[in-house]
């Protein structure tokens, strides 16, 4: 912190920068000094800020950079060679959507300080042939450093005027450029003194660039004033390289770099011409041989960083939701006051009590021990929006809540429920972090409340739905947390969602047919309001019934609960199965077994899905009916389609959860296809381990489904269920795959049978005006019955 002080870098830099590196610092082991890793997080951010995402790439950046990168170096004692290394790695490290950018624009500052490093040292031993030594300078005559400066200066800015930043050229300007110098200085005409002392024009035009790039300032080159006269020895070989390996402040050395090598080398002519050498031949042969493989996108676990629009947005979205809300004048204070049991001393404790776990929590983590740090401050800052968001949501639920005539008794006993509460203020801290672009993984505010996901994600919908204010990035980001919650966190060993089974399984539940859209109980925010995609049936089929006819419909909170669930877990599987069946290109027969299977899973083997993740039983399940309907994909084929949808792909692909006794190779145990959800729960606990997708499919996936696949192969076309077919719905374009290598995107209908145009048009019509065109006005004109 006080090497950012000492730069005069702004707090937002310095709080996103830490961001970065402390989560770099927690996924990988950090060689080297820490203050390099730092000031790479710090350079990152710059780029993250300033890199185009999309288009040509450009040489300078969308975002100047408030400090110049020397400043800050010297700050941080550190070389800017292992700047450069240390910021390459901490590129790989992070390994954003934007990666090759990003090298992309490292490698041609290095290629520019190579250029530069060779052309300085041949542009002293000429300037030492041209000039002699001045150690003190006049108002008529500056000295040999200030003039050295200069020179050095003018370059440097004719330099970026250059299209191609090559040697050759570089070395022509460097010669054109001192001859002009010499003979206007030798003639001495007109003027020319005054405009060469005038060194603030050349020195403000550079500096500029340098805020505008992001580069390294190449004046680094120029020795100091001290030690300025040693260049003019005879016996002395000035190394232009050791300005990049030392450090500015105490002159540490930095030896590892591969690109210093190169530069003592003089190989950097070839490193920057090699790709123009290159034939087409040979650039085919080596994309081949070094194939590009997608870079992974920008992980919730190492951070995520918004463009600074969609940022202030939210932000200021989110000063709207709150406005001046307080506590004495608030409605919620007049309401709780009415009731017979004012439950506001359990609200304003619940809000104090984890708003100061939640300060606490974010200041640890950091390691920021003192209470006045810049971290602190922003912190304590967040758990003011915190508190008052809080209040303002629970004002809103109890007053939505009394005016649907609730009993009060009932609406007491929800409001005092820990689980409610700290439902509700999971939810207020994802978004407070998700506005104030300060995310965390989750389930990290889960887990800092106290309460399972499964929990949380039940009452998504309710705060949804009484906070119409909430943008459309805002609720896309609950409905990717509610997505992980249904892919993953559910179908954990200790979620509650496995003592509700026992009690109400989902095979009590009815097909579900035309009801896909209907909002049940709750509001069904992810088919109906919020999802890009909804459903059409195929078929509906008969509900289930007892030995006396009469249909199974339980009728309690346990089951409303898991039948919203189900349909959810039902919704997102037939998404993720119908787009992996288009990649492969199934028929029809086929994604009607799959779907058949899957659904037959859920509803009857439960117990397969418990620590495991959804996407890897969909897989499985897509495979077999590829084997038996005898298809040529393989695993690794399929996986290679999955990648393409998922970017969680080796994570599923090589986390799958079996018992330790079904990899032992002599007595080895097989599957209990008998046992049941009640039987896993109470029974002794089993060592447990992560195996691949393949061998999981081997070693269990196959004995549980042996009995339902000879049906399903056997099975008539109409005794299979059909796979629903997702429809444009909303604003996002549904995306269709017609074979493996051909996709189309159709744009999405509006939900009405008129445009807004029309609608206009015809609104105004009813009011009395009229768009016909009259005799002897403009085309433009809009004449007023």
């Known amino acids: ?113 190579a250029v ?99 580069s390294i300032d190449e004046r680094v080159f120029i020795p100091s004033a001290d030690n300025f006269n040693s260049i003019f020895r005879v016996t002395y070989e000035f190394q232009s390289s050791n300005a990049l390996k030392r450090s500015l402040a105490t002159g540490k050395e930095f030896i590892d770099a591969e690109f210093l090598n190169q530069i003592q080398n003089k190989q950097c002519l070839d490193k920057i011409s090699l790709s123009q050498q290159k034939s087409g031949a040979d650039r085919v042969s080596l994309a081949r041989e070094h194939p590009r493989v997608p870079p992974a996108e920008f992980s919730l676990e190492i951070g995520s960083y918004p463009d600074d629009e969609n940022a202030s947005e939210t932000n200021e979205r989110l000063k709207r939701i709150i406005g001046n809300w307080e506590l004495e004048t608030s409605q919620l204070t007049k309401v709780c006051e009415q009731m017979s049991d004012n439950p506001m001393a359990t609200l304003l404790l619940k809000r104090d009590v984890m708003t100061e776990k939640f300060e606490h929590k974010l200041s640890t983590e950091l390691g920021e021990p003192s209470e006045h740090s810049v971290l602190n401050r922003y912190h304590h800052t967040l758990r003011l929006q915190l508190e008052q968001l809080f209040m303002v949501y629970i004002e809103k639920i109890i007053v939505a809540e009394l005016k649907k005539k609730v009993r009060e008794e009932d609406l007491l006993n929800v409001v005092r429920r820990e689980d409610f509460l700290d439902s509700v203020f999971c939810f207020c801290v994802e978004l407070i972090l998700f506005c104030n672009n300060y995310l965390r993984p989750f389930p990290w505010s889960a887990w800092l409340c106290d309460i399972h996901p499964f929990h949380f994600h039940k009452v998504i919908d309710l705060m949804i739905n009484h906070e119409k204010s909430l943008s459309r990035t805002m609720v896309q980001h609950f409905n990717r947390i509610e997505e992980n919650v249904i892919d993953y966190y559910a179908w954990k060993e200790d979620s509650p969602l496995w003592p509700m089974l026992v009690r109400c399984p989902f095979s009590h539940f009815q097909e579900f047919g035309d009801d896909w859209n209907d909002k049940c109980e709750l509001v069904w925010r992810v088919v109906n309001t919020y999802s890009p995609l909804k459903f059409t049936p195929v078929k509906k089929d008969q509900a289930l019934r007892d030995e006396l006819g009469r249909p199974l419909v339980p009728n309690n909170q346990s089951s409303r609960t898991l039948r919203i669930f189900l349909k959810r877990t039902l919704f997102t599987g037939a998404r993720r199965m119908q787009e992996l069946t288009d990649r492969v290109s199934m028929g029809v027969r086929a994604k009607s077994q799959c779907w058949s299977l899957f659904d037959y899973l859920l509803r009857n083997e439960p117990l397969i899905f418990m620590d495991r993740h959804l996407d890897q039983i969909i897989l499985c399940a897509v495979y077999v009916i590829l084997k038996i309907n005898v298809s040529g994909t393989t695993f690794l084929d399929l996986m290679a389609h999955y990648r393409r949808q998922a970017k969680d792909a080796v994570f599923v692909y090589r986390n799958v959860t079996i018992f330790s006794e079904q990899l032992e190779e002599n007595g080895k145990v097989s599957v209990n296809t008998k046992e049941t959800v009640m039987e896993r729960l109470e029974g002794p606990q089993k060592e447990k381990e992560t195996v691949n997708l393949i061998r999981y499919y081997n070693l269990e996936f196959r004995d549980r489904i042996k009995y339902i696949i000879g049906h399903l192969d056997q099975a008539s076309d109409e005794d299979l269920l059909g796979m629903p077919l997702p429809t444009s719905y909303g604003l996002l374009p549904v995306r269709v795959h017609l074979t493996d290598k051909l996709s189309i995107q159709m744009l999405p209908k509006t939900a009405h049978g008129t445009t807004k145009q029309e609608k206009i048009i015809a609104n105004l019509e009813a009011n009395g005006v009229s768009f016909e065109l009259q005799p002897g006005h403009n085309v433009n004109t809009v004449a007023a019955d």
């Open 116 to 214: 530069s490093c060779i052309i300085f040292k041949k542009f002293v031993a000429v300037y030492c042939e041209i000039f002699t030594e001045i150690r003190t300078g006049t108002s008529n005559c500056p000295s040999s450093h200030e003039l050295l400066t200069l020179l050095w200066t003018s370059f440097l800015v004719m330099k970026t005027r250059l299209p191609n930043d090559d040697l050759i050229s570089n070395y022509q300007m460097m010669f054109s450029m001192l001859d002009h110098f010499y003979t206007e200085i030798c003639s001495m005409k007109d003027g020319i003194v005054h405009h060469l002392n005038q060194k603030t024009t050349t020195k403000d035009t550079y500096d500029e660039f340098l805020l505008s790039r992001g």
């Open 1 to 113: 912190m006080s090497s950012c002080a000492n730069a005069n870098l702004p707090d937002d830099v310095v709080i996103g920068a830490w961001e970065l590196f402390y989560h770099a610092y927690q996924r990988v082991t950090l060689e080297g000094s820490e203050e390099a890793w730092q000031l790479a997080a710090i350079y990152y951010y710059f780029l993250s800020k300033g890199v185009k995402r999309r288009g040509k790439p450009s040489r300078i950046l969308t975002q100047p950079i408030p400090v110049s990168m020397l400043t800050i170096i010297e700050a941080f004692d550190v070389s800017v060679m292992e700047v450069l290394d240390k910021t390459v790695r901490f590129i790989e490290i992070i390994h954003s959507r934007k990666i090759r950018r990003f090298l992309d624009y490292i490698r041609r500052i290095q290629e520019s300080l």
